[in-house]
């Protein structure tokens, strides 16, 4: 079976132009969540989605938003990219609603470079 | 807020040492807590997770025990592989609201043959 598969895998956009990310969860999947790694750190959580409905908002700007689809698909959105938007950007799947003890499956991320 | 407090890496060792990576953390409630590897260029992997208080999760030879009393989740390892070298993210899920993850920096694992 296919795992979380996010696309474009790397891009590089100019600040000030606007970037979409592209994720599709493991099938069966409800729950997709999307993170920013910035180089040397941890995972920071931006959105989380299930059932089509943000469930959760991680400390970003407007500048970012998101949505999920019918298919359980999910697309992250930043415009006005800035230098500090450089990161890789992960997509994560769970089964079932947000809960404390779900394991949830990371893709391999898209690598955003902002110049 | 919640907080996870990992050991500064990076973690160098010989092939078949004893690992141990520790991870302190700040919750209120019972959060479940979580091991993730990340192999070069890869997404992150889940190692191993525990749930409630004394729980002990294990996979590939990982341990890590669930201690209430000292916050704490620590990563270990009887004899490391040079395959293991990666970089290692606690991370907790508060037991309430929207249960949103919080990682640590992560801690670089380097094994020499």
């Known amino acids: 079976d296919a795992g979380v598969t996010q696309s474009p895998t790397h891009l590089i956009k100019t600040r000030g132009q606007q970037v979409t990310l592209r994720c599709s969860p493991i099938?069966?999947?409800?729950?997709v969540s999307w993170y920013q790694q910035v180089l040397g750190q941890g995972p920071q959580f931006i959105f989380q989605y299930y059932e089509k409905e943000e469930r959760g908002r991680g400390n970003f700007p407007d500048r970012f938003s998101a949505r999920q689809f019918p298919n359980y698909s999910s697309e992250l959105n930043v415009n006005a990219l800035l230098l500090g938007d450089s990161a890789l950007y992960l997509c994560?799947?769970?089964?079932?609603?947000?809960?404390?003890?779900?394991?949830?499956?990371f893709g391999e991320g898209s690598w955003l470079t902002v110049v | 807020g919640n907080s996870v407090t990992q050991m500064e890496g990076p973690v160098t060792l010989s092939e078949e040492a004893f690992l141990t990576i520790n991870c302190t953390y700040t919750a209120t409630g019972y959060p479940s807590l979580f091991w993730y590897v990340q192999y070069p260029g890869e997404g992150l992997q889940l190692l191993l997770k525990?749930?409630?208080?004394?729980d002990k999760g294990s996979n590939k030879g990982f341990e890590a025990t669930y201690r209430k009393e000292t916050t704490s989740f620590h990563l270990e390892k009887g004899s490391v592989q040079v395959s293991d070298s990666a970089v290692y993210f606690c991370a907790l899920s508060p037991s309430g609201g929207s249960y949103i993850p919080t990682f640590g920096r992560g801690t670089s694992l380097i094994v020499h043959p």
């Open positions: 994560a799947s769970s089964l079932d609603r947000p809960n404390s003890g779900n394991t949830i499956y």
């Open positions: 525990a749930t409630k208080a004394d």
């Open positions: 099938s069966g999947h409800k729950s």
